[in-house]
């Protein structure tokens, strides 16, 4: 009996073990004395804006390495810039917008707007905006074509500006907040 338990225990440790590290839970990583400050607190201060490190008892959750729609702020940005015209498909994981046709003023000239996110950055070359225009004579004689013009420029300067707007607004808010609980 009591060979048995040890066996059993033993089993468990050495399955453990073998768990740990396969998931690098054991490596020893050195890091740089001088990259952090010997304090404790401001350890803690430095990771919290850094974003690193982990609460406990109903602290905020960080959300991993996900990324989710509401914290990106080029695709707020996108659909604050293009919210009076009507949605086909917004698809966050696809990183895609695509608008449906959209007269304003009751013409026969219509636009849809295509969105495709490239990276989450906020750079210029993050988007790929497309414009199309209708024009339609009767319900039959319609031609599309796409610009490439001002517009495009237009609306991919205005959408960095939100979007750089929109990231500071949530930088400044969550440094401080995370800093407000130190001290």
Do not use: H
Not at 40 to 60: A, C, D, I, S, Y
Not at 70 to 99: Q, V
Not at 166 to 172: G, L, Q, S, T, V
């Amino acid at each position: 009996m009591i060979k048995l338990n040890f066996l059993s225990k033993f089993l468990a440790l050495i399955t453990m073990l073998l768990f740990l590290s396969s998931c690098n839970a054991l490596k020893y990583r050195p890091v740089d004395a001088k990259e952090y400050p010997p304090d404790p607190k401001l350890r803690v201060k430095k990771n919290m804006e850094e974003g690193r490190g982990f609460r406990l008892m109903g602290g905020e959750k960080k959300g991993g390495v996900f990324d989710f729609a509401s914290s990106n702020p080029l695709w707020r940005a996108s659909l604050d810039t293009i919210s009076f015209l009507p949605l086909a498909s917004a698809n966050y994981s696809g990183g895609i917008i695509i608008s449906d046709w959209y007269s304003g003023d009751g013409t026969n000239e219509s636009i849809k707007i295509t969105i495709r996110f490239l990276t989450n950055e906020i750079r210029a070359d993050a988007l790929e905006i497309k414009v199309f225009s209708k024009k339609c004579g009767t319900q039959s004689d319609c031609s599309i074509t796409e610009s490439n013009g001002q517009i495009v420029r237009d609306l991919k300067k205005s959408i960095l500006k939100k979007a750089a707007v929109f990231e500071k607004e949530f930088k400044d808010k969550n440094k401080k907040k995370y800093l407000g609980k130190i001290k």
